[in-house]
């Protein structure tokens, strides 16, 4: 049972969604995005992407395509791109099998103390630490379920473009054979079986393309610009240790 | 009407279950104080959990009740306690902390027999090493202003505890907001708003870069609700398991973790944990992976002893006998690893707990505990400080994880240590084995999927030609080398057969070459034997090598060797074959038997 995003629950799809696309990828490496609600020290990973991390791949694949031909016209144009990514209704279908490895790593990070102490330093002051980190290891193919509307072929090409989900260098290859048109969505919600809870962030429904754009002094709100609600995968959790966890799909 | 209370699981790490188990106590307080029927039933349901109750709780008698803490301010030694009001009682970390190490040091003299005399030391606060922690991760001062916020409550205390009864009587995913707009409703006043997430509260938000939008790396301190916190601060002092862990030479990590609850009753979940952490508390001094095999195998010794003392009162044995897991289904935590003046969040964590304990009556229950002890007694005498690091993580992947194949993974290595051990004329002490009951026990509740057909694992391991090899194999390893014996041991004999097993021609040719050898051995060594008068070797026959081959073709050749090695590496043959005969008399031969075949196998 797919994770159903939170806009499918509260406004009704609109007419033009008639059509849902379902694409297939084949997990390259190993998988790893930030829960949104853990910092950066004690990054817990979520177990495949999620709406949000879906969107902005979207988003920058078709940046990368397409950005570059609409200089003169690009408020206009980001606009109504934005809106239609936005308002995709994504579900998720995790592979049969995923192992999630905990890791720590030492590294050097930002020293704010130090920072704040002496602001006429030259250089940016680090210190040592560690870090947790979580990769999952999946082994199967991810399949996206996605509300294509009348853009179905627009969404095609942008999701056989993508090459990575998550954090940089996560690579999914992606399968043409795997495709489906279908009229209804894929997967069917269902809760009676069982199911792993993942936080699942979204966009939220009026954020606008300058409040995620990171270059842009717009504020982005929890709550409003991001949401997070739970959501639910068809996973069960067969073993655990202290450095792994093997889940399987229902 | 509010019988059951849900708490949704919202953070993800243990904080979920520290949150569920702060409210509880709560309950628990109340239905205490106001006489009411005491039973909670503590239920996962997966986006939440539920505390189901035996009766409604009268809110009204609630409401009446007077302030009390559902945890005490922490005092170290450097801790400033000038907010606290001077008649209050604190938990003085540094006095409990002195009768733990007092009680801990008896208990090494007694060798883990605690004795209830004069002299004996008392036992220590089973919350000790949560007082511990506060102060040591430097979170006291955290903690205190937590207690104090909630003691500032005072008078309207009760009236606090119904706005939040009712608010989680309500599956609502705001619980904060609802909690605060029914208590000003009846108060007229309003509850502390935030504080600080502390890593040992929610060890993913600890300080670090967190933002909505990718714009900065700004590293902010994080803040949550005051009343999570609250909530959160009483489950983790009251229920917590917090260990000191040695890594290095003078270098300590603390590690905490919590008990999942999956249905059980809130009195044995306190029982159980109680006992664990203030008789039985596992070891820190010897690694992170001894720290939790013991953890786990401890906690299921004291849960099993509960059932036990539960079977003999003749309660309602149905409940009783299920897998450990079905009660409690893992334990969660999160590794804080030592920085110098800090400690940082070094892994979040769950483990296993081992599903296959699953005894069926009462006699299955002591064979249980049995082999509990047993396991206790092997990986007690390994430790990361003498190198056995490898060891104990093999040993802890099987322990906490529910698959047998890990054990032979730990087998396998055990075994060649086993025997390195036993040639090692500076061992302290004959290395510890695992008993042919034990193995016995254990395969019995793995089921192996194969050919998509379940398998019963004794298929193998009572099959008389599996056995005798098994036999071979352990009287020329485990129970070789010894002058009196007459025979040399074979060393490597473990991991020579372990690494042919991917393929069932090699192993077959591995397995028959060791065979062969033995055989040899036998025919040079036998005559010897008799002339003088000693245990001769048991005579292994084509019928034997025939059957394990069978089994080879019909289970694969990493099953049986896996098994092969555990047995033959395992103590209690002479018993075993004992009781066999008293049994069956079904070609499981005796010592006597095997020696009357060997002879006229030689004529």
Redesign the interface.
């Known amino acids: 049972m797919p994770k159903q995003s939170p806009k499918s629950k509260t406004s009704p799809p609109s007419e033009t969604v008639t059509k849902w696309l379902t694409v297939t990828y084949q997990p390259v490496s190993l998988f790893s995005l930030k829960?949104?609600?853990?910092?950066?020290?004690?990054?817990?990973s979520n177990l495949v992407p999620t709406p949000y991390a879906i969107k902005m791949a979207l988003l920058k694949v078709l940046l990368e395509s397409q950005g570059r031909q609409h200089l003169t016209d690009f408020d206009a144009w980001i606009k109504t791109e934005f809106t239609w990514i936005r308002d995709l209704i994504i579900y998720i279908c995790p592979p049969e099998k995923l192992v999630v490895n905990?890791n720590?790593y030492k590294l050097r990070y930002?020293d704010?103390t130090a920072d704040k102490a002496d602001k006429t330093r030259p250089t940016l002051p680090m210190q040592?630490?560690?870090v947790?980190r979580e990769w999952v290891h999946l082994q199967g193919h991810l399949q996206i379920c996605c509300s294509a509307g009348n853009r179905l072929s627009e969404l095609e090409r942008l999701f056989s473009q993508i090459n990575y989900f998550g954090k940089k260098g996560c690579f999914f290859q992606y399968l043409p054979d795997g495709k489906q048109e279908t009229s209804e969505p894929l997967f069917q919600p269902n809760l009676t079986t069982?199911?792993t809870?993942?936080?699942m962030d979204d966009l939220g429904e009026k954020t606008t393309f300058n409040?995620?754009n990171?270059?842009s002094t717009d504020?982005?709100?929890?709550g409003k610009?991001?949401v997070i609600k739970?959501g639910?995968l068809p996973l069960k959790l067969?073993?655990?240790?202290?450095?792994y966890?093997i889940y399987h799909r229902y | 009407m509010t019988q059951q209370l849900f708490v949704t699981?919202?953070?993800?790490?243990y904080a979920d279950t520290l949150m569920m188990l702060g409210l509880v106590q709560l309950v628990e307080y109340a239905l205490r104080e106001t006489h009411q029927k005491r039973d909670i039933q503590i239920v996962d349901q997966?986006?939440c959990y539920c505390l189901q109750l035996k009766q409604s709780i009268n809110l009204e008698l609630v409401a009446k009740l007077n302030y009390t803490d559902p945890f005490p301010p922490v005092k170290g030694q450097k801790t400033d306690v000038s907010k606290i009001p001077q008649e209050h009682e604190y938990f003085d970390v540094v006095e409990v902390r002195e009768r733990r190490t007092l009680f801990l040091n008896y208990l090494f003299q007694q060798k883990g027999k605690v004795e209830f005399n004069e002299d004996a030391p008392k036992p220590p606060h089973p919350s000790t090493q949560n007082g511990v922690i506060l102060t040591s991760m430097r979170h006291d001062r955290n903690h205190n202003e937590l207690w104090f916020l909630g003691w500032q409550i005072g008078e309207n205390y009760g009236k606090f505890l119904v706005a939040l009864f009712t608010a989680f009587s309500q599956e609502t995913d705001d619980f904060t907001q609802l909690v605060n707009d029914l208590f000003t409703q009846a108060t007229g006043q309003k509850l502390p708003e935030t504080a600080s997430a502390v890593?040992i509260y929610l060890?993913?938000?600890?300080?670090?870069?967190?933002r909505?939008?990718?714009?900065s790396?700004k590293?902010d301190p994080?803040k949550t609700d005051w009343l999570s916190l609250w909530l959160i601060a009483g489950g983790l002092f009251q229920f917590g398991i917090s260990e000191r862990i040695k890594i290095a030479e003078r270098v300590f990590d603390w590690r905490v973790v919590v008990l999942e609850p999956q249905d059980i009753q809130l009195t044995k979940y306190r029982e159980v944990l109680d006992k664990l952490r203030q008789f039985n508390p596992p070891s820190g001094g010897h690694g992170?992976?001894r720290f939790?095999a013991e953890l786990v195998l401890k906690f299921c010794q004291k849960l099993l002893d509960y059932h036990q003392s539960q079977a003999d009162a003749e309660t309602d044995e149905f409940e009783l006998f299920k897998p450990v897991n079905q009660f409690v289904s893992?334990f969660i935590g999160t590794h804080f690893?030592s920085?110098g003046q800090v400690y940082?969040?070094?892994?979040?964590?769950?483990?296993?707990l081992p599903g296959w304990i699953s005894p069926e009556n009462q006699q299955e229950l002591t064979e249980y505990n049995q082999v509990l002890s047993e396991h206790l007694s092997v990986i007690t005498t390994l430790s990361a400080e003498e190198g056995h690091s490898e060891l104990l993580a093999a040993y802890?992947?099987f322990i906490?994880?529910?698959?047998l194949f890990n054990f032979f993974r730990f087998q396998v290595s055990y075994a060649d240590y086993v025997v390195k051990r036993l040639a090692d004329p500076k061992a302290k002490f004959f290395p510890r084995l695992f008993s042919i009951n034990g193995l016995n026990l254990m395969v019995k509740n793995f089921n192996h999927r194969q050919n998509e057909k379940e398998l019963d694992l004794r298929d193998i391991t009572e099959d008389p030609g599996f056995l005798r090899i098994a036999k071979a194999i352990n009287s020329a390893t485990v129970y070789a080398g010894k002058d009196e014996h007459g025979w040399d041991r074979i060393y490597g004999l473990a991991q020579r057969l372990s690494s042919q097993a991917g393929s069932k021609k090699d192993f077959i040719i591995e397995l028959s070459s060791f065979i062969a050898s033995y055989e040899n051995e036998n025919l040079r060594i036998d005559e010897e034997l008799k002339k003088k008068g000693k245990t001769r070797r048991i005579w292994t026959n084509k019928d034997d090598l025939d059957r394990v081959i069978n089994l080879i073709e019909e289970h694969g050749s990493s099953l049986v060797a896996n098994l092969l090695i555990a047995y033959g590496y395992a103590k209690g043959w002479g018993k075993s074959q004992e009781s066999n005969q008293n049994d069956t008399n079904d070609g499981t031969d005796t010592e006597l038997d095997n020696i009357a075949e060997g002879e006229t196998e030689n004529d």
């Open positions: 829960r949104s609600d853990a910092t950066s020290m004690a990054a817990r905990r720590g930002y704010q040592d630490g560690f947790f069982g199911f809870v993942q936080p409040r995620i990171p270059f504020k982005a709100q929890l610009d991001r739970s639910f067969v073993a655990t240790s202290a450095r966890d | 699981k919202k953070f993800g790490t997966g986006t890593k060890p993913t938000s600890v300080q670090g870069v967190n909505v939008k990718a714009d790396n590293v994080q992170i992976a939790d893992n690893g920085k940082g969040v070094k892994e979040v964590f769950t483990l296993g802890r992947d906490t994880g529910t698959n």
